[in-house]
C-alpha cells in the first residue's frame, strides 16, 4: 500500500504567521490548504468522497481549525498531524504536513487519513496544547517514541482510497 501516510507525529513547534493568512478551501472554513494544489485537492476529495467530506462537516462542527500544508515529516512519513495544538480564542489549530511531492490521488487520501487524526484530537475537549496531544495518542495509540498510529485513520484512509476510486471509474 503505497500511498499509506505515516504515523502522527509530535513536533513541538510555533504556528507559523504565513498559517492565518492562508485561503480556506471553498467547502470548509475550518480545513484550509496552504497552497492553491492543496486547496485543490481539499476540494476535490470534498466532492468525491464521502467520507472524507463527513470528516470536513465534522471538523467544522468542533472548537478546530486544521491547516494543511507542504511540508516533511521525517522519518520518510509522507504526512502527519502534527501535535503542537494552538489556542487562538475561541479555536484550537492544528497542522497537518504534507510531502510536496504528493499529488492527485494519493494527497487526497494522505490528507483524509490525517483528517481523521486531527478529528480525534479535537473530539477530545482536554487537548490543549502538545503535552495534552502527546499524552492523549500515549493513552489511545501507544507505538513508542514520538509517533502514533491509530487503526481509525488508516481504515479511513482505506474508505477515501476506495471511494475515490470509485469516482474515477465513474467518470
Known sequence: ?????GPVVFVALAVPSWAF???PAEGSQRVRGSSPGIAEAIEQAIQQSPTFNQLVTAIAATDGVVYVHDGECGR???????????????YRILQIRVDPRRKGHGLMVSIGHELKHALELLNEPTVVNHSTAHNFYQR???????????R???ETGWKIDREL???????
Do not use: D, H, Y
Not at 1 to 5: A, D, E, Q, R, S
Not at 76 to 90: D, E, F, R, Y
Open 21 to 23: 493568512a492562508q485561503t
Open 140 to 150: 489511545i495509540a501507544p507505538r513508542g517514541g514520538f509517533s502514533f498510529e491509530t
Open 152 to 154: 481509525a485513520a488508516i
Open 76 to 90: 520518510n512519513v509522507l504526512a502527519c498531524l502534527i501535535l503542537a495544538v494552538t489556542q487562538a480564542g475561541p
Open 165 to 171: 476510486r470509485r469516482w474515477a471509474k465513474s467518470q
Open 1 to 5: 500500500m503505497g500511498w499509506l501516510v
